[in-house]
């Protein structure tokens, strides 16, 4: 068990939808990533936040957004679902600001757009 | 060019045997290297978390970095089934604002 808790675990909706996923960093952990994971795309980063600040972001769409909380939790929300929206997707939190830290993942919330 | 490459798999070898498993990468500033093992529809966990050219060993496990020919490889001594898992290589530049970059994974299988 990493200490990230992810909710749900899994999600079915329909296309056009719109979600939120939460994450729960570790016990004193800053930094909250979050990756997308389908099958033939590998893991993709999509937003990086640092104490409530938004630090970088990587090939993430428009349709999706990402907020960190005063209590340092995360909630990626996907809207105008698409199938092909349809993956893993992990958070992922470390202590510092993610120069050189190691992160630390969380189960998964498992997204199934039908 | 990806920015990280890996040996795609998938990889199926006896119990006991060396595994090797390989990662290239094109950004000269990665100085961050991790390996990371995930088991299917579970989140990666972290095996290994190196820094620069050189070797780390944890166990059965041993983290080699040649910075000179942006390759990195893992080794499992005495693969056992419980390894059977996708590995995935990470690196980071360390500087603010960067962030990680994963491998696409390598999927191993140990056969009993």
């Known amino acids: 068990d990493s200490g990230v808790t992810q909710t749900p675990k899994h999600l079915i909706t329909a296309t056009g939808q719109r979600v939120t996923l939460r994450c729960s960093p570790r016990?004193?952990?800053?930094?909250v990533y979050w990756y997308q994971q389908s099958l033939d795309q590998g893991l993709q980063f999509l937003i990086h936040?640092?104490?409530?600040?938004?630090?970088a972001k990587g090939n993430i769409l428009e349709r999706f957004s990402a907020q960190q909380f005063p209590d340092l939790h995360s909630e990626l929300n996907l809207s105008s679902l698409e199938l092909g929206d349809s993956a893993l997707y992990f958070c992922?939190?470390?202590?510092?600001?993610?120069?050189?830290?190691?992160?630390?993942f969380g189960p998964g919330t498992r997204l199934t757009v039908l | 060019q990806k920015e990280v490459e890996q040996d795609p798999g998938p990889l199926s070898v006896p119990e006991g045997a060396i595994v090797s498993l390989n990662c290239t990468y094109s950004?000269?500033?990665?100085?961050?290297f991790m390996w990371y093992r995930q088991y299917s529809r579970k989140g990666p966990e972290l095996l290994m978390y190196?820094?620069?050219?050189g070797n780390k060993e944890d166990g059965r496990f041993t983290a080699q970095v040649d910075k000179s020919s942006k390759y990195i490889s893992l080794f499992i001594r005495d693969s056992q089934p419980s390894d059977s898992a996708t590995y995935l290589c990470?690196?980071?530049?360390?500087?603010?604002?960067?962030?990680?970059?994963f491998g696409p994974g390598t999927r191993l299988s140990v056969l009993p």
């Open positions: 950004n000269s500033a990665f100085q961050y």
């Open positions: 992922a939190s470390s202590v510092r600001d993610g120069r050189a830290d190691t992160q630390y």
């Open positions: 990470a690196m980071s530049a360390g500087n603010y604002g960067q962030n990680f970059v």
């Open positions: 190196t820094y620069s050219s």
């Open positions: 936040y640092y104490n409530g600040e938004e630090r």
């Open positions: 016990s004193g952990d800053l930094s």
